[in-house]
């Protein structure tokens, strides 16, 4: 099944060609006059600048080709050689009904399938959250989905921060909090299988022996030596990092499964340790290890670098696995297990170094093929003051709090709109969740992942303007309209296209094909957020203008609930897509 610009393109590629005229690539484009024409091609223009000819004899002369194809309504020659084409009613018609029974609503599967990972979320173990792992979550999770839908093997893995400093920070705060401590024995246990602190402690623990790391040159030695030890294998020290991990992870399932973000694997940084050994050496094998004051690195400049990028380093002078060397470790552990032929970084555009260093070390082991490794970069999400949003307290974001915030503004928004009035309190609690989540995300994914946007939860919560509340409040009202016609005993039936609105909605649903390619390959959910706006427009105008219960005939009747709920279907998809989940009421 291709979408009508595939078909168009196939019709102006043939009339090209039987016109003699030798075209590498037909184009064919949405219209941007839709009052003139559904589709234009400006291929005549191409071809005519490469054999000095007129464009608009050209066009005029493929133009008279096509006329004769009967899913053309029209087609016209305008301004210095376009042509303009507008679709035939029927194959609206039909095209929407292949829609209607698509199972990927309208959109193409992947010619290959390929096992594809996602690395995205990225929190760490006691460290709060801050936007950065917010939007990761976000963006992560849609293009999981994505890539999911069209068919590749996807597995999304959390790649849990849970090996670095910030452990040797939290042993050495947990060795003078409890100087006692069993775990801080030396021997080979067995150790407490209590865990000795509660999440809450973690919350206090952390921030204070990082900010002392700061000023304490001492503390930040011992906290170093720590983090070597544990590293090496101290066995007190590996069963009270046990608890850590296991604490903060259960807090951040809980956090993550409330947001509609579900990873496959919580691997972490620390599942890479037991390959660091041998990585080191192999790579050492392969003199790629250079001696820098007592640490190993590897250099990745390449000729023609703008400019120098720092080498990666593998080793410190403490004998630590850094950032980085978890990275390269986890390509190798991914390889085994997984074999994916690409894996998706979604992290913070400000780590783009570290992965450009980390992908070039691993393309010099032969760790990874040419483009098997991407950075999906993303900006910031920022306060009204510009810079990356905070809490009122001033303190960094904590997921729970941002959804209950939320929540609560929903609510608000519920009760203004006079929705949800009658909804058991039960559901009215579950719709107001699920209007919070579409609120964040599509605010979040509405936007291009590159650019950076301001937090405004007045505007996200707003039922009005390009808003997830607003799309969510579409897609209940068509399902609303549906039981309606249920219960009068409507049913749906074939296609037909005679409105305007019919046609602009047949034009709007075969468009989705386009947007799931677009957010595949240019992996941006964004085109699929706009995609689900359009429609949504769209569905409205038509539901405006074509009485649907009340069309003037059954067989329009018919046609316009096979509309209706073929635009369900696929705006249900959309949101899906963006990891929002639509309410059946509201
Ligand atoms: N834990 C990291 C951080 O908070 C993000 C991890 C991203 N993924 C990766 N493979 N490095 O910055």
């Not at 949405?30 to 291929?43: K, T, Y």
């Not at 979550?137 to 994505?146: A, L, V, Y």
């Not at 170094?353 to 970069?377: K, T």
């Not at 974001?397 to 909804?423: C, F, N, P, Q, V």
Request: aromatic letters at 8%; proline letters at 4%.
């Amino acid at each position: 099944m291709t979408d009508l610009k595939g078909r168009l393109t196939q019709a102006v590629a043939a009339a090209f060609a039987a016109e003699g005229l030798a075209l590498e690539r037909a184009a064919v484009s949405v219209s941007d006059r839709p009052d003139l024409a559904d589709f234009q091609s400006n291929s005549a223009l191409v071809i005519a600048k490469a054999a000095r000819a007129n464009p608009r004899e050209i066009a005029g002369r493929v133009a008279e080709r096509l006329a004769g194809d009967a899913d053309l309504a029209s087609v016209e020659v305008a301004g210095p050689g376009f042509v303009n084409l507008r679709v035939a009613d029927r194959l609206l018609a039909e095209r929407a009904m292949e829609v209607e029974a698509s199972r990927l609503a309208g959109a193409a599967p992947v010619a290959e399938p390929r096992r594809v990972m996602v690395d995205y979320g990225g929190p760490n173990v006691a460290k709060p959250m801050h936007v950065g792992h917010l939007r990761a979550s976000i963006i992560g999770e849609s293009i999981k989905r994505i890539f999911r839908f069209r068919g590749d093997e996807v597995l999304g893995d959390a790649h849990f921060g849970d090996w670095g400093f910030q452990m040797g920070l939290l042993i050495t705060a947990l060795a003078e909090r409890d100087s006692a401590s069993p775990f801080l024995a030396e021997g080979a246990g067995p150790f407490p299988a209590a865990s000795p602190v509660s999440l809450k402690d973690l919350e206090r623990l952390y921030p204070t022996a990082a900010a002392r790391a700061k000023s304490e040159p001492e503390f930040r030695e011992r906290a170093r030596r720590a983090t070597a030890e544990l590293q090496a294998g101290r066995p007190g020290y590996r069963a009270l990092w046990a608890h850590f991990v296991a604490v903060s992870r259960g807090a951040l399932q809980r956090e993550f499964h409330a947001l509609g973000v579900e990873f496959d694997l919580w691997k972490g940084e620390s599942d890479a340790d037991p390959l660091i050994a041998g990585m080191v050496d192999e790579l050492a094998g392969k003199g790629l290890l250079v001696e820098d004051q007592g640490a190993r690195i590897i250099r990745v400049v390449r000729e023609g670098d703008k400019r120098e990028l720092p080498p990666l380093l593998v080793v410190s002078s403490e004998g630590s696995a850094m950032y980085g060397t978890t990275d390269l470790a986890t390509i190798v552990d991914r390889r085994r297990s997984f074999d994916p032929a690409l894996i998706l970084y979604v992290v913070d555009q400000r780590q783009a170094d570290h992965f450009e260093q980390v992908f070039r070390a691993a393309g010099l082991a032969g760790y990874a093929a040419e483009g098997a490794l991407e950075h999906i970069g993303f900006g910031t999400m920022n306060g009204a003051d510009g810079k990356p949003f905070k809490t009122r307290e001033g303190g960094v974001l904590k997921l729970y709090d941002l959804i209950s915030m939320a929540t609560g503004k929903a609510r608000e928004r519920l009760h203004e709109a006079g929705l949800g009035a009658e909804l058991p309190t039960a559901e009215f609690e579950a719709t107001a969740h699920k209007v919070a989540i579409a609120a964040l995300k599509f605010a979040d994914l509405s936007n291009h992942r590159t650019t950076a946007y301001v937090f405004d939860l007045d505007r996200f919560t707003s039922f009005e303007g390009r808003t997830g509340p607003y799309l969510l409040y579409q897609a209940v009202r068509i399902k609303s309209l549906l039981r309606r016609a249920e219960a009068e005993g409507a049913a749906a039936g074939q296609i037909l296209v005679r409105d305007p609105a019919e046609r602009e909605l047949a034009l709007a649903l075969d468009a989705f094909a386009a947007a799931v390619q677009d957010a595949y390959d240019k992996r941006a959910p964004s085109f699929l957020a706009e995609h689900a706006y359009r429609l949504a427009q769209t569905f409205s105008r038509f539901y405006a203008a074509c009485p649907v219960l009340a069309a003037p005939d059954e067989a329009l009747r018919a046609s316009r609930l096979a509309f209706a709920r073929t635009t369900l279907k696929q705006l249900t998809c959309a949101l899906d897509l963006l990891g929002i989940e639509t309410p059946e009421r509201m």
